[in-house]
């Protein structure tokens, strides 16, 4: 097959990824240097359309790049007025009171925002400022330097068969070259997951950890609505099954965000990360609140854990990992956007000096040093220990040492050191035959629903006859593996039912792509207990069009 012939455009610095990490990046190098070509590439078909966060803001990294942000109409609209935090039983719940948490936990001085159109608002600054920004542009290759430094990205590739052969309306995409790529895919991006393992910049640090966050959008009868008040709980319904909870966020417009984290290391592989949000929708608690209210979106994707000590080295020739594309969430406080801006703005300082310099396509030193000796490296070193004891030792022992240990880092030391998360999630899955089977209430299509029915509630679209973008390193593991070693756990990991064992009389037993449900979350990539699944970009403009997530 001959080589594909692709036009080239050139740029100082090529940004993947319109998440806040990107733009904040973008915003940056045009506010210290106007004359610098800026391009932000997003596979969302709009800005905003594949951004999922919890969330509520700190924002400090928006202070700190655009300080009037007020006046400009940021949409940062409800301040958090107040805050709880529970502890769940199957029937009732105990309130920790708020002096016992530690000062990092307090929410106020910070916004209830959908981060979608956050970042939609930021999209305008960088365009005001000059940045060229593409949405819809999937970038499914890097493009390496005679030297194999980064030097670009291949975007905008539509058109091939499903078979991957070039259709009839094929369009071989452009390679955009920067003297520095900047990744800001997000959590486990398939350009990121690339240059880590190329360069080896795990080398060094602890494993990647990883949670699967599920939300729900929900217009409640006003007469329940508390705008500003923000509701964390855990315990009930995962229990010893798996680590994880809930947050419930009290938005404008009698609206309310209800999401629920499963973190990724459980050992059953009969959990249903899914299901136990659904189940935890009919506490007495919640399901007094959502009575009589409806969902009007739903959406999910992974979020990285693992904290401080598993932050992979961040510079590579010719470009830099950015925001969760190197793992910057605080997960005590379910936070990682703040971060995600600050190191936008880090990479983009450093880049800004090295052109000063006369430099192109090295290391950005700088950036890693910022990051790991400024506030963003502060923020994650006071709680880096909070998941691996989670891991290890449980809920109750995270809560009191780990509480502990966030005191005492607040006066700047910790006890513990520096302790190790152990194994991967993926190698955290035990056998099926080690574990019993849970059984799960079947959705009441009112406060719980079935996974199609909410899919359909975060418009996924996929054009269906393009590649299947989940690929199978081996199409044999998933039936003669992982069905009677694990029970076949994608048909439950999934949280938009994308893999599914189809039986049919006198035939064998068949594993099914509907790669068209996909949401990007990345929880197959990171799950599959054979690492068998790759997650890969479609063309540009398919997946989720999340509207106000």
């Given at each position: 097959?001959?080589?594909?012939?692709?036009?080239?455009?050139?740029?100082?610095?090529?940004?993947?990824?319109?998440?806040?990490?990107?733009?904040?990046?973008?915003?940056?190098?045009?506010?210290?240097?106007?004359?610098?070509?800026?391009?932000?590439?997003?596979k969302g078909s709009e800005v905003g359309a594949h951004i999922l966060s919890?969330?509520?803001?700190?924002?400090?990294?928006?202070?700190?790049?655009?300080?009037?942000?007020?006046?400009?109409?940021?949409?940062?609209?409800?301040p958090v007025e107040n805050d709880n935090f529970y502890m769940l039983g199957e029937a009732g719940q105990i309130r920790v009171p708020n002096f016992a948490m530690p000062p990092l936990m307090n929410n106020h001085g910070n916004y209830i925002?959908?981060?979608?159109?956050?970042?939609?608002?930021?999209?305008?600054?960088?365009?005001?400022?000059?940045?060229?920004?593409f949405p819809g542009m999937a970038c499914s290759e890097l493009v390496y330097g005679d030297d194999g430094e980064v030097k670009g990205v291949v975007a905008g590739e539509f058109g091939?068969?499903?078979?991957?052969?070039?259709?009839?309306?094929?369009?071989?995409?452009?390679?955009?070259?920067?003297?520095?790529?900047?990744?800001?895919?997000?959590?486990?991006?398939?350009?990121?997951?690339?240059?880590?393992?190329?360069?080896?910049?795990?080398?060094?640090?602890?494993?990647?950890?990883?949670?699967?966050?599920?939300?729900?959008?929900?217009?409640?009868?006003?007469?329940?609505?508390?705008?500003?008040?923000?509701?964390?709980?855990?315990g009930w319904p995962?229990?010893?099954?798996?680590?994880?909870?809930?947050?419930?966020?009290?938005?404008?417009?009698?609206?309310?965000?209800?999401?629920?984290?499963?973190?990724?290391?459980?050992?059953?592989?009969?959990?249903?990360?899914?299901?136990?949000?659904?189940?935890?929708?009919?506490?007495?608690?919640?399901?007094?609140?959502?009575?009589?209210g409806k969902r009007i979106a739903y959406g999910a994707r992974a979020i990285t854990e693992g904290g401080y000590q598993s932050m992979p080295k961040l510079t590579f020739p010719g470009g830099a990992l950015l925001g969760c594309s190197a793992g910057m969430?605080?997960?005590?406080?379910?936070?990682?956007n703040h971060n995600a801006m600050l190191s936008g703005i880090a990479a983009a300082e450093a880049a800004v000096e090295a052109f000063k310099d006369g430099r192109q396509s090295d290391e950005l030193t700088d950036y890693e040093t910022v990051v790991r000796d400024g506030e963003i490296g502060d923020d994650l070193k006071k709680v880096r220990n909070v998941k691996p004891l989670w891991s290890k030792y449980g809920l109750l022992a995270s809560l009191a040492v780990g509480g502990m240990d966030m005191w005492t880092n607040t006066f700047g030391f910790s006890l513990l050191g520096t302790l190790k998360?152990?194994?991967?999630?993926?190698?955290?899955?035990?056998?099926?035959?080690?574990?019993?089977?849970?059984?799960?209430?079947?959705?009441?299509?009112?406060?719980?629903?079935?996974?199609?029915?909410?899919?359909?509630?975060s418009f996924t679209n996929h054009e269906e006859s393009q590649p299947a973008h989940l690929h199978l390193k081996d199409p044999s593991v998933p039936v003669n593996i992982n069905l009677p070693k694990y029970a076949g756990p994608a048909a439950r990991y999934c949280p938009a039912g994308v893999y599914e064992y189809v039986e049919e009389e006198g035939k064998d037993t068949r594993f099914v792509i509907n790669f068209q449900n996909c949401v990007h979350c990345k929880t197959c990539d990171i799950k599959d207990p054979s690492q068998n699944i790759n997650w890969t970009v479609p063309q540009g403009g398919d997946g989720p069009n999340y509207p106000n997530m």
């Open positions: 097959m001959a080589e594909i012939e692709r036009e080239a455009m050139e740029y100082d610095v090529v940004i993947v990824g319109a998440g806040p990490a990107g733009l904040s990046a973008a915003i940056r190098l045009k506010q210290l240097d106007a004359d610098l070509d800026v391009v932000v590439l997003e919890g969330a509520v803001l700190d924002p400090v990294g928006l202070n700190k790049l655009i300080p009037d942000w007020k006046e400009k109409g940021a949409p940062l609209n409800v925002v959908s981060m979608g159109n956050v970042c939609r608002w930021m999209a305008e600054q960088a365009e005001e400022l000059g940045v060229e920004i091939k068969n499903a078979d991957g052969t070039q259709g009839p309306s094929y369009e071989p995409g452009m390679e955009l070259h920067g003297k520095y790529v900047f990744l800001s895919e997000g959590v486990r991006g398939s350009l990121s997951k690339e240059v880590i393992e190329k360069f080896a910049l795990s080398a060094g640090h602890d494993v990647q950890k990883y949670g699967v966050g599920m939300k729900e959008i929900w217009e409640i009868d006003p007469a329940k609505h508390k705008e500003g008040t923000v509701t964390h709980t855990m995962l229990g010893g099954n798996a680590g994880g909870g809930s947050f419930i966020y009290h938005l404008e417009n009698n609206q309310v965000y209800v999401g629920f984290v499963v973190h990724l290391n459980y050992k059953n592989p009969h959990l249903f990360p899914y299901m136990e949000f659904q189940r935890f929708k009919h506490h007495p608690m919640v399901a007094d609140l959502l009575k009589g969430v605080n997960v005590p406080r379910i936070k990682g998360h152990g194994k991967s999630d993926a190698d955290a899955t035990e056998e099926a035959s080690k574990h019993k089977v849970i059984d799960y209430p079947k959705p009441d299509g009112t406060l719980s629903f079935d996974r199609l029915t909410n899919v359909a509630f």
